[in-house]
């Protein structure tokens, strides 16, 4: 395993929709090995594969390492098929935002369907911060970054400080 460099903001491909994984190969289980290594080294609680440059529809999770016992999750070209109404605004960081942490809305709570690292399907319903973090990391395989879920006043006050 290798802790690999995390990409910040500007950069490009944090801006791209990431291509299907399909197949997965001992080359995505290495990648998944190393997303898990670099985002606990980091310390996050989620890190989407365009942050390390790969441009594929693939992230891992921990929403409960920080305060609990560690529960990673590698979820693979995930869709989610449901939202909740109930929403829920609060902070959010971002590694490939270093220094700042802007007030997002989300979804409460969200149905998952993603592959596992088996090749397996997997429905999983997430509430609370498990919810938030893997709608944000779901983001960045869109090439959406917490800044474009800012309205434009909140983002130059959130980029004025990511630029000091």
């Not at 291509?19 to 670099?38: H, N, P, S, W, Y």
Request: aromatic share 6%.
């Amino acid at each position: 395993m290798a802790v690999l460099p995390i990409l910040t903001w500007p950069d490009g491909r944090l801006a791209q929709r990431c291509t299907g994984v399909g197949a997965v190969t001992d080359d995505i289980r290495q990648l998944a090995a190393d997303m898990l290594e670099t985002m606990y080294a980091a310390p996050g609680r989620g890190l989407a594969a365009p942050q390390v440059g790969v441009l594929r529809r693939i992230f891992v999770m921990d929403a409960g390492w920080k305060t609990g016992a560690a529960d990673p999750k590698v979820v693979i070209d995930p869709d989610i098929l449901w939202m909740s109404d109930s929403r829920r605004i609060g902070p959010e960081g971002c590694l490939s935002l270093p220094g700042i942490e802007t007030q997002i809305s989300r979804a409460d709570a969200i149905r998952l369907r993603y592959t596992n690292l088996d090749g397996q399907q997997v429905e999983e319903d997430l509430t609370g911060f498990a919810a938030i973090c893997a709608q944000h990391e779901f983001d960045h395989l869109d090439g959406i970054v917490t800044l474009h879920r800012l309205t434009p006043e909140a983002r130059a006050i959130a980029e004025k400080q990511y630029y000091l």
